[in-house]
T-cell receptor, first 117, second 116 residues
Framework: GAVVSQHPSWVICKSGTSVKIECRSLDFQATTMFWYRQFPKQSLMLMAT?????????EQGVEKDKFLINHASLTLSTLTVTSAHPEDSSFYIC?????????????FGPGTRLTVL | AQKVTQAQTEISVVEKEDVTLDCVYETRDTTYYLFWYKQPPSGELVFLIR??????QNEISGRYSWNFQKSTSSFNFTITASQVVDSAVYFC?????????????FGIGTKLQVIP
């Protein structure tokens, strides 16, 4: 199988606090992980591409200092929303691509719903 | 630049009807992958199919079938004899060829409601 987990599945926090979301590939190694954001009734928008051992590549318009990504191992990537504000409330989804994958299939986590009060 | 267009934002059908979800894509790559995902109300994305650009064979899996037409840059998805459990948002997606970052570009999604 190829299972990706996210923790927490939902979080409510006060404005100004930081929130860390974990993305883990449970039964495979993932050199590359992706972070997406989904607003209600909208599509998934890629925020950044995370490569193990190197800096993440952010999409245009995504603030690097706001959304800190750390891909410290082949099975774990973390997204930290710093100084969260209500407009950061969203559904955050990660995906992982198997190392040495011969085709580009990404396995998605179940998502984390962030609500900032 | 890659682009995926799902012109139908919402579709309602009565149970047992057939329904086709349209997907049109744009890419400059000669090698690419197309996907369909289902997102039920729980939010988790469910992988349905992957098709690479060299394989234009249509595929059938149970009540699901996909029609890939490279000439029209379309990758349509048909559900036969729809069921209430098919109610979800369906996303068509496109990714670039291996070797790059392999970003996946999603369409806006089609919300399917199957009425009992």
């Amino acid at each position: 199988g190829a299972v990706v987990s996210q923790h927490p599945s939902w979080v409510i926090c006060k404005s100004g606090t930081s929130v860390k979301i974990e993305c883990r590939s449970l039964d495979f190694q993932a050199t590359t992980m992706f972070w997406y954001r989904q607003f209600p009734k909208q599509s998934l928008m890629l925020m950044a591409t995370s490569n193990e051992g190197s800096k993440a590549t952010y999409e245009q318009g995504v603030e690097k200092d706001k959304f800190l990504i750390n891909h410290a191992s082949l099975t774990l990537s973390t997204l930290t929303v710093t100084s969260a504000h209500p407009e950061d409330s969203s559904f955050y989804i990660c995906s992982a691509r198997k190392t040495l994958s011969s085709y580009n299939e990404q396995f998605f986590g179940p998502g984390t719903r962030l609500t900032v009060l | 630049a890659q682009k995926v267009t799902q012109a139908q934002t919402e579709i309602s059908v009565v149970e047992k009807e057939d329904v086709t979800l349209d997907c049109v894509y744009e890419t400059r790559d000669t090698t690419y992958y197309l996907f369909w995902y289902k997102q039920p109300p729980s939010g988790e994305l469910v992988f349905l199919i992957r098709r690479n650009s060299f394989d234009e064979q249509n595929e059938i899996s149970g009540r699901y079938s996909w029609n890939f037409q490279k000439s029209t840059s379309s990758f349509n998805f048909t559900i036969t004899a729809s069921q209430v459990v098919d109610s979800a948002v369906y996303f068509c997606a496109l990714s670039e060829a291996p070797g790059g970052y392999q970003k996946v570009t999603f369409g806006i999604g089609t919300k399917l409601q199957v009425i009992p």
